[in-house]
Protein backbone atom coordinates (compact mmCIF):
# COMPACT_ATOMS: atom_id res chain seq x y z
CA UNK A 1 0.00 0.00 0.00
CA UNK A 2 1.21 3.18 -1.31
CA UNK A 3 2.00 5.80 1.48
CA UNK A 4 0.05 8.87 1.53
CA UNK A 5 0.15 12.90 2.59
CA UNK A 6 -2.73 14.41 4.08
CA UNK A 7 -2.31 18.63 4.12
CA UNK A 8 -5.05 20.65 5.79
CA UNK A 9 -6.16 23.94 4.23
CA UNK A 10 -9.14 26.79 4.27
CA UNK A 11 -10.45 25.58 0.63
CA UNK A 12 -11.72 28.64 -1.27
CA UNK A 13 -15.07 28.29 -2.71
CA UNK A 14 -17.37 30.45 -4.82
CA UNK A 15 -21.14 31.41 -4.93
CA UNK A 16 -21.65 29.66 -1.91
CA UNK A 17 -22.94 31.33 1.75
CA UNK A 18 -18.85 31.12 2.59
CA UNK A 19 -15.52 31.88 0.96
CA UNK A 20 -13.95 28.69 2.43
CA UNK A 21 -14.34 25.77 3.51
CA UNK A 22 -11.88 23.12 5.83
CA UNK A 23 -10.14 20.57 3.30
CA UNK A 24 -7.76 17.80 3.93
CA UNK A 25 -5.79 16.86 0.99
CA UNK A 26 -5.40 13.10 0.83
CA UNK A 27 -1.87 12.89 -1.93
CA UNK A 28 -0.94 8.99 -2.37
CA UNK A 29 2.63 8.49 -3.58
CA UNK A 30 1.67 6.82 -6.63
CA UNK A 31 -1.70 8.15 -8.13
CA UNK A 32 -3.95 6.49 -10.06
CA UNK A 33 -5.12 9.81 -12.19
CA UNK A 34 -8.71 9.49 -10.53
CA UNK A 35 -9.60 11.82 -7.42
CA UNK A 36 -12.69 12.12 -5.29
CA UNK A 37 -14.23 14.64 -3.11
CA UNK A 38 -15.68 13.27 0.35
CA UNK A 39 -18.05 15.02 2.24
CA UNK A 40 -19.52 14.28 5.28
CA UNK A 41 -23.43 14.45 6.34
CA UNK A 42 -25.97 16.12 8.20
CA UNK A 43 -24.64 15.67 11.38
CA UNK A 44 -21.06 15.61 11.28
CA UNK A 45 -18.12 17.19 9.64
CA UNK A 46 -15.22 16.24 7.92
CA UNK A 47 -13.11 14.45 10.44
CA UNK A 48 -16.50 12.63 11.48
CA UNK A 49 -14.44 8.71 11.81
CA UNK A 50 -16.51 7.46 9.27
CA UNK A 51 -15.91 10.36 6.72
CA UNK A 52 -12.16 10.08 7.39
CA UNK A 53 -12.10 6.17 6.83
CA UNK A 54 -13.76 6.18 3.50
CA UNK A 55 -11.47 9.06 2.37
CA UNK A 56 -8.67 6.78 3.39
CA UNK A 57 -9.95 3.85 1.94
CA UNK A 58 -10.28 5.76 -1.48
CA UNK A 59 -6.74 7.31 -0.83
CA UNK A 60 -5.17 3.92 -0.01
CA UNK A 61 -6.24 2.82 -3.93
CA UNK A 62 -4.49 5.51 -5.20
CA UNK A 63 -6.92 8.21 -5.26
CA UNK A 64 -6.56 11.66 -4.68
CA UNK A 65 -9.21 12.83 -2.33
CA UNK A 66 -9.91 16.07 -1.22
CA UNK A 67 -11.99 15.17 2.21
CA UNK A 68 -14.23 18.68 2.92
CA UNK A 69 -16.85 20.25 4.70
CA UNK A 70 -20.01 21.51 3.24
CA UNK A 71 -20.82 25.42 4.12
CA UNK A 72 -23.43 24.87 7.07
CA UNK A 73 -20.32 22.49 8.50
CA UNK A 74 -18.36 25.32 8.38
CA UNK A 75 -20.28 27.56 9.99
CA UNK A 76 -21.95 25.63 12.71
CA UNK A 77 -25.18 25.59 11.97
CA UNK A 78 -27.79 22.91 11.21
CA UNK A 79 -28.30 21.37 7.63
CA UNK A 80 -30.78 23.15 5.68
CA UNK A 81 -32.89 20.95 3.46
CA UNK A 82 -30.94 18.70 1.04
CA UNK A 83 -32.16 21.07 -1.80
CA UNK A 84 -31.28 24.17 -0.23
CA UNK A 85 -27.66 22.75 0.12
CA UNK A 86 -26.85 22.19 -3.84
CA UNK A 87 -25.65 25.51 -4.38
CA UNK A 88 -23.28 25.61 -1.85
CA UNK A 89 -22.63 21.56 -2.90
CA UNK A 90 -21.90 22.85 -6.54
CA UNK A 91 -19.18 25.31 -4.62
CA UNK A 92 -17.36 22.65 -3.29
CA UNK A 93 -17.33 20.58 -5.72
CA UNK A 94 -15.68 23.35 -8.31
CA UNK A 95 -13.40 24.23 -5.16
CA UNK A 96 -11.96 20.23 -5.00
CA UNK A 97 -11.32 20.13 -8.82
CA UNK A 98 -9.91 23.63 -8.71
CA UNK A 99 -7.83 22.37 -5.79
CA UNK A 100 -6.50 19.48 -7.89
CA UNK A 101 -6.37 21.04 -11.55
CA UNK A 102 -2.74 20.76 -11.67
CA UNK A 103 -2.73 17.48 -11.03
CA UNK A 104 -3.07 15.48 -14.75
CA UNK A 105 -6.36 14.69 -14.44
CA UNK A 106 -8.39 13.82 -17.27
CA UNK A 107 -12.34 14.83 -18.01
CA UNK A 108 -14.55 11.78 -16.13
CA UNK A 109 -12.33 10.84 -13.81
CA UNK A 110 -13.82 11.64 -10.37
CA UNK A 111 -15.84 10.13 -7.83
CA UNK A 112 -18.03 12.50 -5.63
CA UNK A 113 -18.78 10.33 -2.42
CA UNK A 114 -20.55 11.13 0.35
CA UNK A 115 -21.93 10.23 3.95
CA UNK A 116 -25.43 10.10 4.01
CA UNK A 117 -26.86 13.51 3.71
CA UNK A 118 -23.75 14.37 1.83
CA UNK A 119 -24.35 11.69 -0.84
CA UNK A 120 -27.89 12.24 -1.13
CA UNK A 121 -26.99 15.97 -2.04
CA UNK A 122 -23.95 15.51 -4.35
CA UNK A 123 -26.23 12.62 -6.35
CA UNK A 124 -28.94 15.73 -6.36
CA UNK A 125 -25.86 18.16 -7.95
CA UNK A 126 -24.93 15.07 -10.55
CA UNK A 127 -28.73 14.85 -11.79
CA UNK A 128 -28.99 18.38 -12.19
CA UNK A 129 -25.65 20.19 -13.28
CA UNK A 130 -24.03 18.92 -16.79
CA UNK A 131 -21.04 20.36 -16.42
CA UNK A 132 -20.10 18.16 -13.08
CA UNK A 133 -21.47 14.87 -14.45
CA UNK A 134 -19.68 15.95 -17.27
CA UNK A 135 -16.08 15.23 -15.20
CA UNK A 136 -17.96 12.34 -12.71
CA UNK A 137 -17.54 9.18 -13.68
CA UNK A 138 -18.96 7.23 -9.99
CA UNK A 139 -20.89 8.01 -6.95
CA UNK A 140 -20.00 6.41 -3.83
CA UNK A 141 -22.29 6.46 -0.92
CA UNK A 142 -21.81 5.57 2.82
CA UNK A 143 -25.16 5.01 4.25
CA UNK A 144 -27.75 6.29 1.64
CA UNK A 145 -30.77 8.39 3.09
CA UNK A 146 -32.97 6.23 1.20
CA UNK A 147 -35.87 7.18 3.02
CA UNK A 148 -36.71 8.90 7.12
CA UNK A 149 -36.41 5.57 9.71
CA UNK A 150 -39.99 4.41 9.68
CA UNK A 151 -41.37 5.87 6.65
CA UNK A 152 -40.36 3.99 3.60
CA UNK A 153 -43.22 5.59 1.55
CA UNK A 154 -41.12 8.33 1.45
CA UNK A 155 -38.18 7.20 -0.89
CA UNK A 156 -36.12 10.07 -1.72
CA UNK A 157 -35.42 8.61 -5.73
CA UNK A 158 -36.77 10.95 -7.74
CA UNK A 159 -33.84 12.24 -9.15
CA UNK A 160 -32.48 8.32 -9.71
CA UNK A 161 -33.27 8.12 -12.98
CA UNK A 162 -31.25 10.96 -14.12
CA UNK A 163 -28.15 9.16 -12.42
CA UNK A 164 -26.77 7.81 -15.11
CA UNK A 165 -23.08 7.28 -13.26
CA UNK A 166 -21.98 4.46 -11.89
CA UNK A 167 -23.16 4.06 -7.88
CA UNK A 168 -21.82 1.82 -5.04
CA UNK A 169 -23.72 2.14 -2.15
CA UNK A 170 -22.34 1.58 1.40
CA UNK A 171 -24.88 0.45 3.75
CA UNK A 172 -25.51 -1.43 6.89
CA UNK A 173 -27.68 -4.12 7.26
CA UNK A 174 -29.95 -2.92 9.93
CA UNK A 175 -30.19 0.77 8.50
CA UNK A 176 -32.91 2.32 9.56
CA UNK A 177 -32.72 5.10 6.69
CA UNK A 178 -32.87 2.27 4.32
CA UNK A 179 -31.69 -1.69 4.34
CA UNK A 180 -29.74 -3.18 0.94
CA UNK A 181 -32.96 -5.05 0.36
CA UNK A 182 -35.23 -1.58 -0.14
CA UNK A 183 -32.61 0.03 -2.07
CA UNK A 184 -32.51 -3.36 -4.28
CA UNK A 185 -35.43 -2.53 -4.85
CA UNK A 186 -35.31 0.83 -5.91
CA UNK A 187 -31.75 0.83 -7.42
CA UNK A 188 -33.32 -0.30 -11.11
CA UNK A 189 -34.34 3.20 -11.25
CA UNK A 190 -31.03 4.55 -11.83
CA UNK A 191 -30.33 5.34 -14.81
CA UNK A 192 -26.42 3.79 -14.60
CA UNK A 193 -25.01 0.79 -12.73
CA UNK A 194 -25.71 0.00 -8.98
CA UNK A 195 -23.45 -2.09 -6.73
CA UNK A 196 -24.48 -2.75 -3.10
CA UNK A 197 -21.97 -3.17 -0.13
CA UNK A 198 -23.84 -4.71 2.79
CA UNK A 199 -21.96 -4.51 6.26
CA UNK A 200 -23.54 -7.21 8.06
CA UNK A 201 -24.98 -6.00 11.19
CA UNK A 202 -24.09 -2.67 10.91
CA UNK A 203 -26.55 0.30 11.25
CA UNK A 204 -26.62 3.89 9.66
CA UNK A 205 -23.12 5.02 10.64
CA UNK A 206 -21.78 1.36 9.96
CA UNK A 207 -21.01 0.62 13.65
CA UNK A 208 -21.91 -2.81 14.21
CA UNK A 209 -22.62 -3.82 17.60
CA UNK A 210 -21.61 -6.86 19.74
CA UNK A 211 -25.49 -8.29 19.69
CA UNK A 212 -25.40 -7.77 15.91
CA UNK A 213 -21.83 -8.90 15.01
CA UNK A 214 -21.70 -12.71 13.99
CA UNK A 215 -18.72 -13.27 16.12
CA UNK A 216 -19.31 -11.06 19.33
CA UNK A 217 -17.37 -8.15 18.72
CA UNK A 218 -18.32 -5.18 18.28
CA UNK A 219 -16.97 -2.94 14.80
CA UNK A 220 -16.76 0.81 14.75
CA UNK A 221 -17.96 2.46 11.80
CA UNK A 222 -14.06 3.22 10.65
CA UNK A 223 -13.27 -0.21 10.58
CA UNK A 224 -16.51 -0.91 8.79
CA UNK A 225 -15.87 0.72 6.43
CA UNK A 226 -11.78 -0.31 5.80
CA UNK A 227 -13.68 -3.88 5.59
CA UNK A 228 -15.26 -2.73 2.35
CA UNK A 229 -11.80 -1.65 0.44
CA UNK A 230 -11.83 -4.81 -1.86
CA UNK A 231 -15.13 -3.98 -3.03
CA UNK A 232 -13.99 0.16 -3.69
CA UNK A 233 -11.23 -1.34 -5.39
CA UNK A 234 -13.70 -3.73 -7.91
CA UNK A 235 -15.81 -0.87 -8.57
CA UNK A 236 -12.87 1.63 -9.11
CA UNK A 237 -10.98 -0.20 -11.42
CA UNK A 238 -14.47 -1.02 -13.42
CA UNK A 239 -15.58 2.44 -13.70
CA UNK A 240 -15.96 3.77 -17.27
CA UNK A 241 -16.04 0.14 -18.92
Not at 117 to 127: E, Q
Not at 218 to 225: F, N
Amino acid sequence: MDAVTVTRRAMPIVGARTTTVTAAIHRPTTASGRCALVVPGAGGDLDTDAVVALAEVLASLGVTVVRANLPFAELGRRAPRAEASLADAVAVVHGAMAEVANDGLQAGGWVLAGRSYGGRVLSMVWADDRRIAGRVAGLLFSGYPLHPPGRPDRCRVDHWPRLTADCLFVQGERDPFGSPDELGEHTPQLGGSATVCTVRGGDHSLRVTRAASVDGRAVPPAASMHACRDDVARWLAALGR
